[in-house]
């Protein structure tokens, strides 16, 4: 931990606009593998000076290190830079924190956004912000900004939770419902995706249900399945629903019999 506490202090003193580094995923709740990445999220300010970052870069790994400039790994990802140091896997990436208070302040009212990008098939969900501040590990904060919108934010806001319940309620159904034509069509594609977005949708609400942050999509079922909210065997069963598809209404509309059941079973838990 020590070494990566003293990159993030390089970080916020040699670069102009990043105000604090935080550590994040796996390492940050301690659930790490030796051959996990190290995701540093670099929370910047104003004009962030990349020429800093390819330096400093060059000076860890040895070699030349592309660091983008802000936005340039899509609308939500703002960016970052990939490097191996010593054989460890190190991502940096871009978080505006001017964004991230925005959207905490939507957080708490109640409202919030899906956008597309790269790397989330289900579309990042911007209260993902938040949970990435509160869920992580803040390595180096000068001025206290990370520390101070962390701990007024570490609890989950009850306007998102409903917010987040109440969409899962609606749009699961709707998007199965939909899906049914597509079945008697023998459109795979198209049910496969239908019935990707619904599970998604009963994991969010799962979630926030139960006042936990999920941050993306990988792990999400099974961690899901594992609130005490879940209907039974969850993870399992959302699993199954994958398994064998088909291209037939006999296969594809069993598959979206259980996946109604599960909705069905998710809102009653909810109260919703």
């Not at 899901?224 to 039974?232: F, K």
Request: with cysteine; hydrophobic share 40%; net charge negative.
């Amino acid at each position: 931990m020590e070494r990566w506490v003293r990159m993030a202090k390089r970080l916020t003193s040699e670069v102009d606009g990043v105000v604090g580094v935080c550590l994040g995923g796996s390492r940050a709740r301690g659930a790490h593998a030796p051959d996990s990445d190290v995701d540093l999220g670099l929370y910047y300010r104003g004009p962030l000076d990349t020429g800093a970052l390819r330096r400093i870069a060059r000076d860890l790994t040895g070699e030349h290190v592309e660091a983008t400039e802000p936005g340039g790994w899509g609308p939500w990802v703002d960016g970052g830079a990939w490097l191996t140091v010593d054989g460890t896997r190190v991502d940096w990436i871009y978080r505006d924190l001017d964004r991230v208070r925005r959207v905490h302040e939507q957080c708490e009212a109640g409202r919030f956004e899906v956008g597309t990008q790269p790397g989330h098939p289900l579309g990042f969900y911007s209260p993902t912000y938040v949970g990435e501040l509160v869920l992580g590990r803040v390595l180096s904060d000068p001025d206290g900004e990370l520390g101070g919108l962390r701990s007024v934010a570490s609890r989950y806001p009850a306007a998102l939770s409903a917010a987040l319940v109440d969409n899962m309620r609606w749009e699961a159904p709707f998007i199965l419902g939909g899906a049914r034509k597509g079945a008697a069509r023998g459109d795979g594609f198209y049910v496969a995706g239908c019935l990707f977005r619904a599970v998604g949708l009963l994991v969010q609400g799962l979630h926030a249900g139960s006042g936990t942050w999920v941050l993306n999509e990988k792990g999400a079922v099974r961690s899901a399945g594992e609130l005490p909210l879940a209907p039974p065997h969850f993870a399992a069963r959302a699993h199954a629903v994958f398994a064998s598809l088909g291209t037939t209404a006999d296969t594809l509309d069993p598959a979206l019999d259980e996946a109604d059941r599960l909705t069905a079973e998710a809102c009653r838990a909810l109260g919703v």
